[in-house]
DNA sequence: CTCTGGCACTCTTCGCACGCGAGTGCCAGA
DNA sequence: TCTGGCACTCGCGTGCGAAGAGTGCCAGAG
């Protein structure tokens, strides 16, 4: 059990050790805070820390920077979240306003997100998952080839060739198109495979296997389109993480490439409020010197998707988290209105 | 006037630099490259081509590095374009192949050129400009909003919302999108003003503010998708710049946020051959220690795109110009197929 | 006139010894 | 349990010297 003061001490040196990024000692820090005890009385302090796995020293005689284990304490019991002033709330909204359509609002997402935080953000767009159908429409291109085009309530469009096993009346497609929307405009996704199902009884022999191919194309395109996209930016801020370089920022830009690995990321959040995986705490390989913080938003209290940043483990948590909840919130905001 | 010998031992030069990342000497040359002279000869011919600016020595008594002059004359007298090997060219034609809408022709070109020259990789979506109209589509989703579907025949969909002056029955919808489609299907773009400016006097007076909204927000699509997107990545490889990390990652970075600015970057290269920008050449300032390789592609005879690679000014200009030769045409004959 | 070998000179780089200073651990005493 | 003191450890910066790479120039040969 740590006392109540070896907790200021661990505080202290997190807050000190993000400020100058270099390890502190136990005289500066009773220097810079003002904890009533002597530079030894802290000594012995942070020898317990260190036997604690808190706090480590990275060669003898230099000072501490906290281990992954001492930020996870200092996120959960030390430091709170920083609420973001008026004048930055004010600013976040007035920049998300101007936004026109979904593509821009993400983009304007990432680009606040990566400012507020000085550090890489990543946005997921808003997921099918919960969305409606408004529309589903069918182009002829050709005799057998047809163009399905799904339209959402979040304002996305989907497309995708379809080749008909055999050449597809214009009647028949009117038909089809009548029928198709009459039973999915406006029904969730999730929704639309037993609305459908039984569609192709509805038509003669010849056109059935069309039918089918149309439906299973549209089927498909709701399931791929919950490989959700995203969109990261900010990356110019790797160039902060340290002093020693390529080594650390190879991986982590790699792994900002991989959208699988940051969906998956994202994905890991399951908490209502905001989320932090610090250091080996991201399965990750590649994000192992860096803490992922990230929050679910949504328009409603339904979380449609999640955004968040990547940044050093070294990072200023509660400014980080107070920006990342407030843009969230915003975003949720916005969406809701459009 | 430089001798052959003299343009020799720049080639040289060029090439161990490029190879070896230091600063190549005199003696290193004559061995490296049976250049048939002495050491002392190739010194004085170093002096010379220092005193034309083609070199230079970054410090008194160290070897000699190309300048972007240099690499100029390297790129446009010493060196041709290296071919893809014909395993290398199955590879890439299969990678491609197997894409399945055109967002994943483009990702899949992206993460080739990254891959093959273990670089920055640039690619543009396919331009609208010179393309042609398969499809226009009008939805109504209430009785004065409809929305327009714009279909490309390069398969892209582009869709706005339309608020009509007036409500706007089925059967003039049914009848604008006849006529709409007769007239501008197959068309090209730039020809579409022309031959839908008299459409609305079709048109019932009722209905005439409607048509013509429609037709102004047609128009205005095609002119704003000419803003075109582009899809980056390989940002890994900017690891393998060289030792002065931080200072000259960070503006590269910064540039490659702006997709402003890398679309006037590829839009400048005009010639119908491969275009490279080597280091102050590049108008941005941030990538003044890059080159640039781009190549327009597209499918048949004409250019609808542009796509291209971001290195270090100290890059093997015929490799890269051969991969990036090579992607382009693959990647118009994908095109040119489906 | 051009090429070559030789020579002196310039700098960078590396290794090493040294001293400084920060920081630690431990101990005895309050 | 806290405090002050003290000895000890190391990392880091500095200065110096040797080594090595590379250059420029010059005089002589072809």
Redesign the interface.
Request: charge should be neutral.
């Given at each position: 059990m740590l006392s109540e003061r070896r907790l200021q001490v661990l505080r202290a040196i997190v807050q000190d050790y993000v400020g100058t990024e270099e390890p502190v000692g136990s005289k500066a820090l009773t220097e810079r805070h003002n904890l009533g005890v002597s530079p030894a009385t802290v000594r012995n302090d942070m020898a317990a820390l260190e036997d604690e796995g808190f706090i480590a020293q990275p060669h003898t005689s230099a000072g501490r920077i906290p281990t992954d284990k001492g930020y996870r304490l200092f996120v959960d019991k030390l430091a709170g979240v920083k609420p973001m002033t008026a004048p930055e709330r004010r600013a976040i909204q007035n920049f998300l306003e101007g936004a026109v359509d979904l593509d821009d609002v993400v983009a304007r997402t990432v680009r606040l997100l990566a400012q507020l935080t000085r550090q890489v953000a990543v946005v997921q767009y808003p997921s099918l998952t919960r969305s409606t159908v408004?529309?589903v429409?069918l182009?002829a291109?050709a005799p057998a080839r047809l163009?399905l085009?799904l339209?959402t309530d979040t304002g996305r469009?989907e497309?995708?060739?379809v080749d008909c096993p055999a050449p597809f009346g214009e009647a028949s497609l009117a038909d089809l198109r009548a029928r198709l929307n009459s039973r999915v405009a406006g029904r969730r996704f999730t929704d639309v495979p037993s609305l459908v199902e039984d569609l192709p009884d509805a038509f003669e022999a010849e056109d059935r296997g069309t039918v089918s191919t149309v439906l299973s194309t549209l089927l498909e395109t709701l399931v791929e389109e919950n490989e959700e996209r995203l969109m990261i930016?900010?990356?110019?801020n790797?160039?902060r993480f340290g002093h020693d370089?390529?080594l650390v920022?190879?991986?982590v830009?790699?792994a900002?490439?991989e959208q699988v690995v940051l969906l998956k990321l994202l994905g890991e959040a399951k908490d209502p409020g905001v989320t932090v995986r610090i250091g080996h705490e991201n399965a990750h390989e590649g994000l192992n010197s860096t803490s992922v913080v990230s929050v679910g938003y949504g328009s409603g209290g339904e979380t449609v998707a999640k955004l968040g940043v990547v940044g050093p483990t070294r990072m200023d948590y509660p400014g980080t988290m107070g920006a990342v909840r407030a843009v969230a919130r915003y975003v949720g905001q916005i969406l809701a209105e459009s």
């Open positions: 408004r529309h429409e182009l291109l163009m085009v339209i469009v497309q995708r060739m930016g900010g990356t110019a790797l160039t370089f390529p920022i190879r991986p830009l790699e900002l490439e």
